[in-house]
T-cell receptor, first 110, second 110 residues
Framework: GESVGLHLPTLSVQEGDNSIINCAYS??????FIWYKQESGKGPQFIIDIRSNMDKRQGQRVTVLLNKTVKHLSLQIAATQPGDSAVYFC?????????FGTGTSLTVIP | DSGVTQTPKHLITATGQRVTLRCSPR?????VYWYQQSLDQGLQFLIQ???????AKGNILERFSAQQFPDLHSELNLSSLELGDSALYFC?????????FGQGTRLTVV
């Protein structure tokens, strides 16, 4: 199967700081990527997506960067808040299937 | 609320038993995906249905099966349950691209 991996399994940041979560993907044919947030006991929740014809997309406090040259995806969260504490997954759409990374656990320190 | 409904939320059953998990997708979404998430693991793709037909198969055991009905709801059947089948089972639906997840069914096999 496809490999979507995350560089760091855990990340701790101070409240108010910016967070950067990274993800590597393996198939250059993937043309759509999503970041999901999963809080404890809940289902994954869509945060932001990006298509392969873009290299940057911004949402509210979040930015996704796509580097197709090195097959790398990152999620930047500005002014991280305690409510941002969760596991973050990147997902890659290849054909009809979504392939998920193992997740990065973000802990925000008040 | 993603619009995807999964029932039951919790299920406790004994080894060797059979259970059925149910998913109602968002109105109008033709694709339904099933995922398994074990403790501290990522989302493992099981199977996808599109408008009643199986479209893609992932790491789904032969003891597991699924179907999508004419009204587009889907059921995941797990039989001859083993302790290792204890996990969160998520359903997601998609119009085309982004997948919306339900809150999951937590299955505990004792």
């Amino acid at each position: 199967g496809e490999s979507v991996g995350l560089h760091l399994p855990t990340l701790s940041v101070q409240e108010g700081d910016n967070s950067i979560i990274n993800c590597a993907y393996s198939n250059s044919a993937s043309d759509y990527f999503i970041w999901y947030k999963q809080e404890s006991g809940k289902g994954p929740q869509f945060i932001i997506d990006i298509r392969s014809n873009m290299d940057k997309r911004q949402g509210q406090r979040v930015t996704v960067l796509l580097n197709k040259t090195v097959k790398h995806l990152s999620l930047q969260i500005a002014a991280t808040q305690p409510g941002d504490s969760a596991v973050y997954f990147c997902a890659e759409l290849l054909g009809n299937q979504f392939y998920f990374g193992t997740g990065t656990s973000l802990t925000v320190i008040p | 609320d993603s619009g995807v409904t999964q029932t039951p939320k919790h299920l406790i059953t004994a080894t060797g038993q059979r259970v059925t998990l149910r998913c109602s997708p968002r109105s109008g979404d033709l694709s339904v995906y099933w995922y398994q998430q074990s403790l501290d693991q990522g989302l493992q793709f099981l199977i996808q249905y599109y408008n009643g037909e199986e479209r893609a198969k992932g790491n789904i055991l032969e003891r597991f099966s699924a179907q999508q009905f004419p009204d587009l709801h889907s059921e995941l059947n797990l039989s001859s349950l083993e302790l290792g089948d204890s996990a969160l089972y998520f359903c997601a639906s998609s119009p085309d691209g982004e997948a919306f997840f339900g809150q999951g069914t937590r299955l505990t096999v004792v």
